[in-house]
């Protein structure tokens, strides 16, 4: 039998967009391919706590992203098991790995956002200089390259020598649990949160190029309008120690009282969060795919959302759009969007025919089709 590796160290619920990337796309390759021995790795606790069919090999990697163990101990077990193609779900991987396979490069956002994550400038100087080599032997050393937007293939060709027939895009999709909550799970949610009338929600993660600052000063500057007093504003993700960003302008604009930062909530939370929002707020400066807005409308909650790099692609229109660069833009076009009832309506029903174009099935088939050409 055909052994195919899958690097699965992100996998589940527990990450914000490359784990459940991994979940949607590996539970169906299992599932519909058992002629084909799959070989997972995996790190604690998915290890331990995900079953899988009788041709699936779990192997205990434990092995961190950007680590010295990547690219000693993690290749080591590559080698071990004697594989025919090995997918890297990321752009991380032993440089040593020699043998075929494919990598998945789901955005540039390092190159493009080069914020020094440490007190060092050394440091970081060196820790970007290992990103940048492993991500040009993972493009230039794999047979094929899966990315999730013409947006990202784009950005993709313009920093490697790669053919451009090298590069597959496969996009993600929705979950079916996304869907809106009842009125019950709403109530909880607001129970649990102790959450206000109105609210707008930013799920994701704290890092420069999700330009939550420049979310929060224009949140203040809604707020200074009477109308819109009652509105607050519900932030998700794990606090990030090395971007201390978020916490000083929340405190320097004296929103304390007015923003609510609940960590990372659990998916079942996640669901009745997104239903119970008057508007999902996306304001990034980049993204590879950007699957937060078509969650949020799935849920039946309008989205204001960039309209840089992959997001008026996977959007179009069923999404308001702002300049996220501009603080006064992204406030006024919050307050279009709280004032019209109208085009929140509008907006989530090209939303239910927007999401009618992104198929987790579809992506997971796609997916195996490149292995078929990497073999």
């Not at 997104?274 to 980049?286: E, G, M, N």
Request: with cysteine; glycine share 4%.
């Amino acid at each position: 039998m055909i052994r195919i590796g899958i690097d699965a160290r992100m996998y589940s619920d527990a990450f914000t967009g490359i784990g459940r990337v991994n979940h949607e796309i590996i539970t169906r390759l299992v599932e519909r391919h058992t002629d084909v021995t799959w070989v997972l790795f995996m790190n604690q606790p998915q290890y331990s706590q995900y079953s899988f069919p009788p041709q699936v090999e779990k192997v205990l990697a434990d092995t961190p992203y950007y680590s010295v163990a990547e690219q000693t101990r993690f290749l080591a077990q590559l080698y071990r098991e004697r594989l025919d193609l090995m997918h890297f779900t990321n752009f991380n991987m032993p440089l040593g790995y020699m043998r075929p396979f494919v990598v998945t490069i789901h955005d540039l956002i390092i190159t493009l956002f080069q914020k020094s994550t440490t007190r060092s400038p050394l440091l970081s100087w060196l820790q970007y200089l290992a990103y940048s080599g492993v991500i040009a032997r993972a493009a230039y050393g794999s047979r094929q390259i899966i990315t999730v937007s013409e947006s990202t293939k784009r950005d993709i060709l313009s920093q490697y020598r790669v053919r451009e027939e090298k590069i597959r895009v496969i996009y993600n999709a929705v979950g079916a649990e996304f869907t809106p909550a009842p009125l019950a799970e709403q109530t909880r949610i607001r129970e649990r949160y102790d959450l206000p009338g109105r609210f707008l929600l930013y799920v994701g993660n704290w890092s420069q190029h999700k330009n939550v600052p420049r979310l929060l000063r224009a949140f203040a500057k809604l707020r200074s309008h009477p109308d819109y007093h009652d509105v607050q504003l519900v932030i998700t993700g794990t606090p990030n120690p090395r971007y201390p960003e978020v916490p000083d302008t929340i405190a320097q604009l004296q929103l304390q009282e007015q923003v609510r930062t609940v960590g990372h909530v659990p998916l079942t939370d996640l669901v009745a969060l997104y239903t119970a929002a008057t508007v999902h707020v996306h304001p990034s400066l980049y993204e590879g795919f950007g699957i937060m807005p078509l969650e949020a409308l799935a849920c039946g909650t309008p989205t204001l959302v960039s309209h840089t790099s992959s997001l008026p692609e996977v959007c179009e229109d069923s999404a308001l759009y702002c300049d996220p660069t501009s603080t006064l833009d992204i406030a006024q076009q919050l307050q279009r969007l709280l004032s019209d009832t109208a085009l929140q309506n509008t907006l989530v029903a090209k939303g239910q025919e927007r999401l009618q174009h992104f198929s987790w099935d579809v992506s997971a088939e796609q997916v195996w089709q490149v292995y078929q050409e990497a073999l």
